[in-house]
């Protein structure tokens, strides 16, 4: 099986079933003084706890910028995803392809491997994320022409010049979603003196979260929260070019790291970029005019998959079929 193991979301692809698992990253835990730990809720019924529970009960994301935080936690929480796909299947252990960000440490990497072969793996394999979105965006990455990957998911921000199975030059940021739905609670809080937790400021980002809003027509959106000046509940209103202004920072910085890259890669190399363009992957190619907003700005053709949050699981399930190339791109 492979993992897209992300800090937002974890995806599992089983070899000819293709994509059986798509939950948030977060487990529910009740803790008491003296007390073991207590797995309340994993995934999509833990996420739906956050910001709504006692003081003894956490909802945490065991993974952090795009590498593992809380061991433990990170353990359990893959350890149920896998016995949840693979029912009638647990006397076989099972291969297991993990993507993981193209900056993490050799310390971080080895964790990542230990939590595989915790949750039963047989052989665990590490796929650098940007490599396996290219796969699964049916880039051909063995041939000797140059494709570059934009891979912007929960945690990290992945850029990476591929060419002949490997990695030519690139870069990771630990910038993405989670710190522009930060930075939209900040913006709303600093504004309005109005505080809104953590998925709502997500839930603003997708619904009208924009890099090229209309100022003529702004699409608003009423938001729930506490007013820190009334001391009490109450709804607000506010705009996508409020929201732009919130994530500006996030999205000016990936747009500089993109040419930073591209300003050190040779001049054979970006030829290819230039004739093919830029792919554009993870959960946050899903905001709105990104795409179009990256082109005016880079000055290149922008790429987005018909499914870009699935593009990294896509591709490190097809290296389940071939061998020889998960050989070629697995990193240790």
Known sequence: MAIDLGTANTLIYMKQKGIVLNEPSVVAIHESPGMRKQILAIGMDAKKMIGKVPPNIKAVRPMRNGVIADFEVAGVMLRYFIAKVRTGLRLFRPRIIVAVPSGISSVEKRAVKEIGYEAGGREVFLVEEPMAAAIGADVSVIDPVCSMVVDIGGGTTDIAVISLAGIVSGRSLRIAGDKMDLSIQRYIRKKYSFDIGERTAEEIKISIGNAEPDPLYPKIMEVKGWDLVSEKFRIITVNDLEIREAISEQIDSIVETVKMVLDRTSQELTADIV???????????????????FEKEIGLPIRVPENPLTTVALGSGRLLDDPDLLRRVSVV
Request: proline letters at 0%; aromatic letters at 6%.
């Open 275 to 293: 004739e093919k363009g830029i792919i554009l992957t993870g959960g946050v190619a899903l905001l709105k005019n990104l795409n179009k907003f």
